[in-house]
């Protein structure tokens, strides 16, 4: 079981000189395994600042982020212990992998680093985590620009999974991919998540998707949580005027169709 | 309302002549009609890029249309056959009868030129004689028709959001007040609240200057919001067109089927969708 709390966060950053901006506004939350919670708002609510927090590429101004109960370690053979922990899906898959190595190296390095198996053990390991993204084992030699988009994304999943995480932060991982395979993509982190009984944090603006593959959704707007709950009373019954805005501005063909009417729009 | 035929595409080909050849657009015929917004949908690697790159000839080697005729019908009465246009016809054609909203448009503003020289590059060009103050004029009012506003005209890409920059795109599309808009993904790296302002605006700019609009992405709910008809590409080829409602209750064709179930329902049943454990797709 892990747990990551967010306890009255807020970020400020500052902006040429004297200016601050205020990222977070008193964010607390709580990311334990088994739960997916999904993180909404539009471009520049805070969304990836949060995730920047988690992964450590910024501190929080004020407030604490503790992982199982401890602030989170900010060097040294802990801090590694914590990235073992908290693993991290990134949205773009031609920027997150590295253009120089293969596929082996890829999911190599963090068994190595994070002494998950066995030297000896390092290889069958390797084609186990490909087994379980779906890839095919002949791709462990290839080099990323040989694979399509989708397949890059399974790497760089299966790259977060190799230290056998407890948490996952999963920052749009689907939206630089075709609709075609978006969905099999995000079957494929739902079924691992089951499997390893992962705590998954899903970033995105794309309400539907929110709404299906979490327990819970985090609407966020200039930084301030405004609404929060289990996702389909978040959808389906919105509270916050913010979150009825986001929702109305999704297309939505349910309701489009609902009321009868002519085949054209006029 | 949409009776008369704006543009008639018949049999028309692109390949790709690299080897192996490869065929992305195949045979395609359609009419598009005057004043209506057409929906073109498919995943990528469709062709329907390379369509309405077609449509207005510019595909560079090696892509090359193989065959068909595209006929634009002029609101003079005048059938101008874009194919056999030369040079300096096809110069005057583009932007004044057909403009195009590029994808990731709003990135390709030039960083060094103010928003107000950029919109009048586009008078310089196709109307040389307009005089610098009519030049200034118009830009201002195409500015506030978009609603950034006439005084952006002096500022620099980089001090507008991404919406606001794709909004001074379809101002500089809209210059020539042209019959027909190609908008390629116009709103895909835009969060949702500022998509449906865009959006709205396109609508509303169509109702005002009743120009056809055909509209690329991949994204099939929103289509079936603005669209009048939809067509559905696959491997070059349409296989399905209808109206909107007609694609979302009763999909002809398996693949149309198969695209509108990529799409979880924002507020309709869980369905057979995820976390039901069914096994991801083979890629």
Known sequence: MTTLEFRNVSKKYRIRGSRELLALDDVSFTLESGRTIALVGQ???????????????????????????EPIPSRGRALRAYRQQVRMVFQDPFASLNPYH?????????????????????DAEVLR???????????VERRPHELSGGQRQRVAIARALASRPGLLIADEPVSMLDVSIRLGVLNLLAELQRESNLGVLYITHDLATARHFSDEIMVLNSGVVVERGPSDDVILNPQHAYTRQLRDASPNPDVLFSTPKGGSRS | MFDEELLTLHDFSVTYEVEPPVHAVRN????LRRGEILGLAGESGCGKTTLAYGIQRLLKPPAVITSGRTVFHDESGVDIDINTLDVAALRAFRWDKASMVFQG??????PVLSIGEQLGDVFT???????????????????????????????YPHELSGGMRQRVMIAMALALRPQLMI??????????????EI??????????????????????PLLLEISDRIAVMLEGRIVELDSPENIYRNPQHHYTRRLLESFPSLTGDRGGFLRDGEPAGAR
């Open chain 1, 43 to 69: 471009s520049g609510s805070g969304k990836s600042t949060i995730a920047k927090i988690i992964t450590r590429l910024e501190s929080a101004t004020t407030g604490s982020v503790l992982l199982d109960g």
């Open chain 1, 102 to 122: 293969t596929i082996r190296h890829h999911l190599e390095r963090p068994l190595r680093l994070h002494h998950v198996v066995a030297p000896g053990e390092v």
């Open chain 1, 129 to 139: 985590l490909l087994d379980r993204v779906r890839l095919s084992a002949d791709l």
């Open chain 2, 28 to 31: 395609v015929s359609l009419a």
């Open chain 2, 105 to 110: 448009a709003m990135n390709s503003l030039n």
């Open chain 2, 125 to 155: 060009a196709h109307r040389p004689g307009m005089s610098r103050r009519d030049r200034t004029a118009e830009c201002g009012d195409l500015l506030d028709l978009v609603k950034v506003g006439r005084e952006r005209l002096r500022s």
């Open chain 2, 183 to 196: 908008m390629d993904e116009p709103t895909t790296a835009l969060d949702v609240l500022v998509q449906r």
């Open chain 2, 199 to 220: 959006l709205d605006e396109i609508s509303q700019l169509r109702e005002r200057f009743g120009f056809s609009v055909i509209f690329i992405t991949h994204d099939l």
